[in-house]
């Protein structure tokens, strides 16, 4: 079982940045889809960005030219720089896998592994 571990959240002001880091376990990193979702007190988890395996990149429209994602196979890593954060961003943010190797992600249910979530604060 993979273990993803996220770290890089804390309180920041409105129009600050933040890089948030997920370090996941294990050989086959390379071969995942790995996505950021958020959850905000009170409202369901949504989807922010997506790196495929292949380096094809999407984002949710609200952090589009604001949010960056990115990966470094060779250390199982996968960040999201956030910038010109808005109050509106401040959630538990959480590192997802795709369940399978080489697979497209379509819906938050295609991801089968999450990490622990790691708090950001934007403050206005």
Request: proline share 3%; glycine share 14%.
């Amino acid at each position: 079982q993979v273990q993803l571990v996220e770290s890089g959240g804390g309180l920041v002001q409105a129009g600050g940045s933040l890089r948030l880091s997920c370090t996941a376990s294990g050989p086959t990193f390379s071969r995942y889809t790995m996505g950021w979702f958020r959850q905000a007190p009170g409202k369901e988890r949504e989807f922010v960005a997506v790196i495929g395996w292949s380096g094809g990149t999407n984002y949710v429209d609200s952090v589009k030219g604001r949010f960056t994602i990115s990966r470094d196979n060779a250390m199982n890593k996968v960040y999201l720089q956030m910038s010109s954060l808005k109050p509106e961003d401040t959630a538990v943010y959480y590192c997802a896998r795709h369940s399978r190797p080489y697979g497209s992600a379509g819906q938050t249910a295609d991801f089968g592994s999450w990490g622990q979530g790691t708090q950001v604060t934007v403050s206005s």
